[in-house]
């Protein structure tokens, strides 16, 4: 018997579970439930290192997105409303095009108060246009926040590109040395915009 069956073999024999058990029903599984999940949502986003502005009635969102980001030299951004992107990541031809981008514009399809994390599907070619910008704004309508994940992965759903993720505040590791690096694998801030 190798080692590793041994350990196994004296791990089964000091167990103390008698029986078998079903797996829970998914189903049943509600999950926690906020009576503000929008307020839930900017607390869960600003625990995670990301900001949350709000865009207000007639405010223009070029205007806001200059203001957060003054001294931006590249926008990148798809959205029709989102005139100060100087990059499409629709027209680039390649996702190294993408390299050098200041700040990174998408869409949310819904935030998750539970954990501040947006999903967002893929609406452009060039998807790394999330993870290469140096700042991320996300803009994400108040309505489509729930309250958490459990709520947020039956709405899930991908369109023809097949590809989403959730994001939670800027990227952010410890692994070198223990010390705090932000923007390590994708983004060094996070905005989103509730509108």
Not at 49 to 78: C, F, H, Q, T
Not at 94 to 112: H, T
Not at 135 to 153: G, K, R
Request: proline share 4%; charged share 20%; aromatic share 6%.
């Amino acid at each position: 018997m190798s080692t590793k069956e041994e350990i196994l073999s004296r791990y089964r024999q000091n167990m103390k579970i008698q029986g078998t058990y079903d797996m829970p029903d998914v189903d049943a599984i509600k999950g926690v439930v906020y009576p503000d999940p929008v307020a839930q949502f900017i607390k869960a986003t600003e625990a995670s290192g990301g900001r949350v502005a709000r865009l207000g009635d007639g405010e223009d969102i070029n205007g806001l997105i200059k203001s957060l980001y003054p001294e931006a030299r590249v926008i990148a951004g798809n959205l029709p409303e989102v005139t100060v992107a100087q990059l499409n990541p629709d027209t680039v031809p390649d996702a190294q095009a993408l390299d050098g981008v200041d700040v990174g514009v998408v869409r949310g399809s819904m935030g998750v108060a539970e954990n501040g994390c947006v999903w967002i599907e893929q609406t452009m070619k060039e998807r790394a246009v999330c993870f290469m910008s140096e700042y991320l704004v996300i803009l994400l309508d108040s309505n489509a926040i729930v309250n958490n994940m459990h709520e947020a992965y039956r709405r899930v759903s991908f369109n023809d590109y097949g590809y989403g993720t959730f994001i939670s505040g800027p990227s952010k590791t410890a692994d070198i040395a223990q010390a705090l690096v932000m923007g390590a694998q994708a983004a060094r801030g996070v905005t989103v915009v509730l509108v």
